[in-house]
């Protein structure tokens, strides 16, 4: 038996350990760890509810956004206060925008990696590459002239001397398997999308006023002044500018994206047999259509142990089935506590660091649990949720990446191929088509809100005595992102963040069964335990953001370090 240490795990954002015990080329048993203290939460403490979304979006570089949304949802929540619908509409085309960037940046320039030789594609014919990547699509870019002028660019690289940006790949590794020119095809469009991902970051900072770091929320709605005719506020004008951005995004996502996915997951059809792990799913409901959260464009809910017939749905902000399911256990993690899961409401965040203790503490990283288990979150719960449910635009996306995977296999994909590691990346691609779709929506739904005279864009708070509770969720990229505020005379008394890295990253629990991280690598083939490359598709299918869940703290002088991406 080997036992191997990644540390740390490279193109995620924060700082993640995995240990692995390998036996006979397989993952026996597997070890996720967070390597910086979690500690927004203590920072919360005594100040103004109406100033935590812009502290707490300062928790991740890459994830401001949706800690922004979840906040100022928490406080509402716990007011009860309605939003305006052109505040409704605009927040969900930044959380739109937000997450068509984020999942494009992980399948191309996070992922693909794992699965794509660069080195291959300098043998590649761009002719051949060509004539594959048009019989796919209908993308203008797919060209031999384009192809050619990639390969030429890759090869200054490799004449120079080194690869730049594709330097430390596991060139020529067993576990690579696509042909050079599908290798040259994926390093065209990884080129590509470096260009496309902007187009979503510019709505954001339309809307958002900048980006990373959005400026633009308050609690009760957003700041956004409102005139048709003024170019100096959003006008119709900068809505035209943002409707253009999103006919390029979903021209890429829809004849780029998704194909490229399908294609990946035709040639590695074998991985949906590894990955699988947890398959209790969660999701919530997102895109509110309405000023109380009460109806939606994307459902939510929970399907325990795959079953999906055994879908059951969260009906919006103030559904007791969420808010009375979460729990978070330490007995695993380095904070003071018995282990005993506690409701966010109730959660302490108090450092306990003990080093690493393979069958005692050995993460930052808290162990969620929804109603006493572990579940995996993320767009493979959101699809999985959004067939149950019987979600057209999902229903539809998802029929069509699964009929062009099997025609491409040549072999019938069923629904349970999606509980693998190449079954994430699907789905996060059905999910980034389905965004695209809601941007679109909510950019109408705006337009036609203002012609009819509305400009209402935000509700004052008001802070009662007392003590009162909310929680806002999310159901953010990389899945369930959930705020939980406990708010006493005006100030904050607690505050606690589950985020969805801390569902999947998370330590074993209380009961001492593992996060989906280290469930889902069990049995993973591993070639050669000094390059574990199959060890890293699977955990990368998740799409880690470890500083999201974690944080690290100066004890010498309090200061909080590493909240934001330097």
Known sequence: MTRITIDPITRI????????????????????????????????????????????????????????????????????????????????MIVAAHAIHDHIVHFYHLSALDWVDIVSALRADPAKASALAEGLSAWPRNS????????????????????????????????????????????????????????????????????????????GGVTNPIALDSQSVLSMERLLMIKAHIDELAAFVNQVYLVDVCAIGAFYADWTAHGKGVVDYLCVPDMPLDTRGETFAMPGGYIPGGDVAAY?????????????????????????????PLHPYRGETVPNYTDFVDNGRYSWVKAPTFYGKPAQVGPLAAVLCGVAAGHAPTVRHFNRVVETVGALAKQKIPLAALHSTIGRHAARAVRCAVMVENLTHNWQLLVDNLAKGDLTTCNKPSFPAGEITGVGFHEAPRGVLSHWVVIRDGKIANYQAVVPTTWNAAPRNDNDEPGPYESALVNTPVANPEQPLEVLRTVHSFDPCLACAIHLVDKRDGRVLGIGRS
């Open 312 to 340: 059951h749905p969260i009906r919006g902000f103030h559904d007791p089935y969420f808010r009375e399911g979460v729990a978070e256990s330490v007995k695993h993690a380095w904070y003071q506590g018995d282990g005993k």
């Open 144 to 219: 031999r002239h384009e192809f050619a002028a990639v390969q030429e660019r890759l090869q200054r690289f490799v004449g120079g001397g080194q690869l730049g940006v594709f330097a430390n790949g596991y060139w020529g590794h067993p576990a690579m398997k696509l042909a050079p020119e599908v290798n040259l095809l994926a390093a065209a469009h990884y080129l590509q999308a470096l260009e496309i991902q902007r187009k979503a970051n510019k709505i954001v900072g339309a809307l958002g006023s900048k980006t990373p770091h959005i400026q633009n929320l308050a609690v």
């Open 13 to 92: 954002e924060g700082h993640l350990r995995i240990d692995c015990e390998i036996d006979n080329g397989h993952v026996t048993k597997a070890w996720a760890s967070g390597q910086m203290w979690r500690g927004v939460e203590q920072i919360l403490r005594g100040r103004d509810p109406r100033d935590a979304w812009t502290i707490t979006q300062r928790i991740c570089g890459v994830c401001t956004t949706v800690h922004a949304i979840a906040s100022v949802r928490a406080v509402e929540n716990a007011l009860n206060l309605e939003i305006p619908l052109n505040a409704q509409y605009i927040r969900n």
